[in-house]
């Protein structure tokens, strides 16, 4: 017997997992109503992902959107207007990191803005989470800063000013769970 040898693909598809992928084999258990809503899901998730991509080539590009009620728009118009890096890395070790949607740090003032394109409810926490990073990293006190983050979603911005107490208890925690995931590595 000869074996397919899927010229292209095995490098097209490293890393990938198909929506009836045999790794993940709950799928036989699923009515169609279940594989539906599957792959709905799936394709909600790729425009999320697509969304994400146009927004921060936007912003890159400083190319402004239409002033109106989406939440996308503004979002991209936001991140232009106040000269943000998109996808921003914020490192304190291999065990916590993350990357920002949008970031800047200007004027002693913190901005850390996300879109969500999905309709499910938000948290503040991951931002908050973001800006305990950000002060761990470049040794900053959340007291000798202002700090404003912001979700984008559907026709909706959010916009919180966090508690400097919240963003050290959250660097302390971090710091502690750092700490612990380093003994359980036998560092």
Known sequence: MRLNPHYGLTKQLAGTHALLSPSKPAWLNYDT?????TYFNAQAAQRGTDEHAWAHESIRLKMRQIENS???NQYVNDGIG????????????E??????????????TLRIHDY?????P?????LEIYAALFCLEYGLR???IKIELRIY??????VHSPDSDDIFHIMDRIISFDRRLNELKGG
């Open 95 to 108: 065990n916590c990191y993350g990357h920002a949607d949008t970031f800047c740090f200007r004027e002693d």
């Open 82 to 93: 106040f000269r943000m890096l998109c996808e921003f890395l914020l490192f304190f070790t």
């Open 116 to 120: 969500k394109s999905g309709v499910g």
């Open 70 to 72: 989406k939440a996308i």
């Open 142 to 144: 959340p007291f000798d």
């Open 153 to 158: 979603q559907g026709n909706q911005v959010k």
């Open 33 to 37: 109503d279940k594989l539906d809503r």
């Open 122 to 126: 938000t948290d503040m926490r991951q």
